[in-house]
């Protein structure tokens, strides 16, 4: 308070009420972060702090596909029109419920990633090795890992072109039922 009172604050009221605002503001900007922390996730206000958000509050949706397609034998390329709700990570999935030895796959796709926004290119990428994952209820590769709103907008309609070459009757005579997808990652 001496600091306070050198300064020219000679007022009690003011000298006590000073460090009684300084305690609460935190608790007060953690307040209002709770309270908006879903806007600030998707995007629509101070959408920098939307991936920090996302790891102290996670989304209830994480994880779940924002679009999901078979993958079916003989066929490379998949059209999928989505759009996304979080900034954050992002990541196209090759998934099945069973299976093991995801470690032999790794090598043998290459996945190519473009994504059109208002008939134009806007994101491009290929893959030649994915990275494993074991979720829950699902296994399978992650490729073409990207970031909402660095590499894409969030809010709007997307159309991508996914080309899966490989094996592709190989992976679904090893683990049955495959799926592809685009989904919402972790922050971490």
């Known amino acids: 308070m001496g600091f306070l009172y050198m300064i020219g604050v000679r007022s009690r009221g003011r000298l006590i009420a ?4 300084l305690f609460l503001l935190p608790f007060l900007a953690a307040a209002l972060l709770y309270f908006f922390r879903t806007p600030v996730q998707q995007g629509k206000i101070l959408s920098g702090m939307g991936p ?9 949706d994480l994880y779940v596909p924002l679009v999901t397609v078979d993958l079916e034998p003989g066929i490379n390329d ?3 029109s989505f759009s996304h709700k979080y900034v954050g990570r992002h990541a196209v999935e090759l998934s099945s419920s069973r ?15 473009e ?4 008939g134009r290119i806007a994101y491009y990428a290929e893959q030649l090795k994915g990275s ?6 699902d296994h399978g590769l992650h490729f073409n890992t990207y970031r909402v709103p660095k590499n894409l907008p969030v809010g709007y309609e997307l159309t991508a072109r996914v080309t899966v070459r490989g094996d592709v009757d190989d992976y679904l ?10 989904t919402k990652m972790s922050d971490e």
Do not use: C, M
Not at 52 to 60: D, R, T
Not at 99 to 113: A, I, K, L, P, W
Not at 132 to 137: L, P, R, S
């Open 18 to 21: 000073a460090p009684l605002i």
């Open 52 to 60: 920090l958000l996302n790891i102290v509050f996670p989304a209830e």
């Open 78 to 80: 998949y059209i999928l």
């Open 99 to 113: 299976g093991s030895g995801f470690e032999d796959d790794q090598q043998n796709f290459h996945v190519t990633f």
């Open 115 to 118: 994504v059109f926004h208002d």
């Open 132 to 137: 494993i994952f074991w979720g829950k209820d």
């Open 173 to 182: 005579e090893k683990h049955g039922a495959a799926r592809l997808s685009i």
